[in-house]
């Protein structure tokens, strides 16, 4: 079955780990997948990729920090395909990783910047062509949001807010026929993520696999979630599956947390 069927899905934040599965997975699921990231680079390798699935492909580099990119995106979403169904949100900035006594007042305006302001900034933009549709949004959170370990405190900061702000719009773009959701993820098991355990695993004299095994040992299902599977539950919260869910968040952590 496929869940977006002829769907217009936009996604904003596409990198080569989480962002890649997201266009792959609307793909798989009959839909039409726009890219939009600040990389062009990038956008066209998985955009040949998306086609390469025998999907349509449609790139747009974005930078959702800036009012006119924005616009333009909306502008060549409708020239190209007549409006959007699906708008889900993967852009976000790095954290800092330290602690915030120690960490940049500039560092933290900026992940706001990106993380929350730039996500408000598309949903806003696509808000008439969702409400059009019956549209409805996903946006990518973290598991940062059930925790407060140390040195992930502008981290976990940028994702609430983002999650408050979700949790308001799911209220005000109710009455418009628009759903929003959240996905929150913990670790995935990603290249970028097999890179650094490799690094944890030299600096303590353990095996890589070692380090994968500590770290999974805290979920129900002693492993970690790859990136098709958080892909596969935006999908299911974009999807029709999904018409009577609006404000929620869905955990996707093998079970490292419970909420």
């Not at 598309?122 to 946006?139: C, D, H, Q, Y």
């Not at 097999?194 to 002693?222: H, M, N, R």
């Amino acid at each position: 079955m496929s869940l977006l069927n002829e769907k217009v899905v936009v996604v904003s934040g596409v990198g080569p780990a989480l962002g890649r599965s997201l266009c792959l997975r609307a793909a798989a699921n009959g839909a039409r997948v726009v890219l939009a990231a600040r990389t062009r680079s990038r956008l066209d390798e998985v955009a040949a990729q998306v086609r390469e699935a025998g999907a349509q492909a449609l790139v747009v580099p974005t930078d959702i920090t800036d009012d006119a990119a924005v616009d333009n995106l909306v502008a060549t979403v409708t020239a190209e395909f007549g409006g959007a169904d699906v708008l889900i949100n993967n852009a976000f900035a790095v954290p800092s990783m330290k602690p915030l006594a120690r960490t940049d007042f500039d560092h933290i305006t900026a992940s706001l910047d990106l993380t929350v302001l730039g996500t408000l900034r598309v949903i806003k933009a696509f808000t008439p062509a969702l409400e059009a549709a019956a549209g409805s949004i996903v946006t990518i959170n973290s598991m940062v949001i059930r925790h407060s370990e140390p040195r992930y405190g502008s981290y976990k900061l940028a994702k609430s807010a983002l999650l408050a702000m979700s949790q308001s719009l799911a209220t005000e773009l109710g009455e418009k026929g628009i759903r929003i959701n959240s996905v929150a993820p913990g670790y995935i098991w990603d290249d970028q993520l097999k890179w650094y355990f490799g690094e944890i695993a030299k600096k303590y004299g353990i095996t890589p696999e070692q380090v994968y095994e500590q770290t999974a040992s805290k979920s129900d299902l002693k492993r970690l979630p790859e990136p098709d599977e958080i892909a596969d539950a935006a999908v299911f919260l974009a999807s029709s599956m999904a018409s009577s869910i609006t404000g929620h968040t869905l955990d996707v952590n093998c079970g490292e947390y419970h909420d």
